[in-house]
């Protein structure tokens, strides 16, 4: 099974900061790992597939990066509703296994 | 509107069983792959199992943690997708989510782009 850890766990961070989550791949994924944000009480919302390809209707503050074992999200300014639990995940192989999830807080 | 619907969550007894449903609508339900994740209480997401679509034979594929307990199948005539889940365990207590698989992008991955609002399942002994 490929095992995804996420770093940090939790980070606080103010409006307006540019913030950086990463996600690595026990195993060569290629391009085949997708990022999630997931509001307290809601369902999980595509915002990175394919490493890099912005999901439609998602803003444009958001960037995915990688390839291979090493990923990263990055947020170019928060906004108030950006505070929320990311997740990575990979889809190259069976189990498709989600990473521990980052947990973003306002400072 | 591209919409999912899960039903069917609620409470039973270690050893027990429940079925659960997703309905589909605003897509084309047949030509997807459909996958259910699963959410315990404060914890993170965990990937339950895959149905393909007919042109993929249905296959079906599963997590070590639900195979042979759990099973997914599909009516693509109701737009709908089912989670059959027997031998229930307490650990087995989360939030289901029916998830559509995009079709196939041009990065050949399959992302799992839309995603049900979730069903709670719990399992008491």
């Known amino acids: 099974d490929i095992q995804m850890t996420q770093s940090p766990s939790s980070l606080s961070a103010s409006v307006g900061d540019r913030v950086t989550f990463t996600c690595r791949a026990s195993?060569?994924?290629?391009?085949?790992l997708h990022w999630f944000q997931q509001r307290p009480g809601k369902a999980p919302k595509l915002l990175i597939y394919?490493?890099?390809s912005l999901q439609s209707g998602v803003p444009s503050r958001f960037s995915g990066s990688g390839s291979g074992t090493d990923f990263a999200l990055t947020i170019s300014s928060l906004q108030p509703e950006d505070f929320a639990t990311y997740y990575c995940?990979?889809?190259?192989?069976?189990?498709?296994?989600f990473g521990q999830g980052t947990n973003l807080e306002i400072k | 509107e591209v919409q999912l619907v899960e039903s069917g969550g609620g409470l039973v007894q270690t050893g027990g069983s429940l079925r659960l449903s997703c309905a589909a609508s605003?897509?084309?339900?047949?030509?997807?792959?459909m996958d259910w994740v699963r959410q315990a209480p404060g914890k993170g997401l965990e990937w339950v199992g895959r149905?393909?679509?007919?042109?993929?034979?249905?296959?079906?594929e599963y997590s070590a943690s639900v195979a042979g307990r759990f099973s997914i199948s599909r009516d693509d005539s109701k737009n709908s997708l089912y989670l059959q889940m027997n031998s229930l365990k307490t650990d087995d207590t989360a939030v289901y989510y029916c998830?559509?698989?995009?079709?196939?992008?041009?990065?050949?991955?399959?992302?799992?782009?839309?995603w049900g609002q979730g069903t709670m399942v719990t399992v008491s002994s």
């Open positions: 394919a490493a890099s």
């Open positions: 195993q060569n994924v290629n391009s085949h």
């Open positions: 605003g897509f084309t339900f047949s030509a997807h792959y």
């Open positions: 995940q990979q889809t190259y192989s069976t189990p498709y296994n």
């Open positions: 998830s559509r698989i995009a079709l196939i992008t041009s990065g050949g991955t399959r992302p799992f782009d839309i």
């Open positions: 149905i393909r679509n007919k042109a993929n034979s249905y296959t079906t």
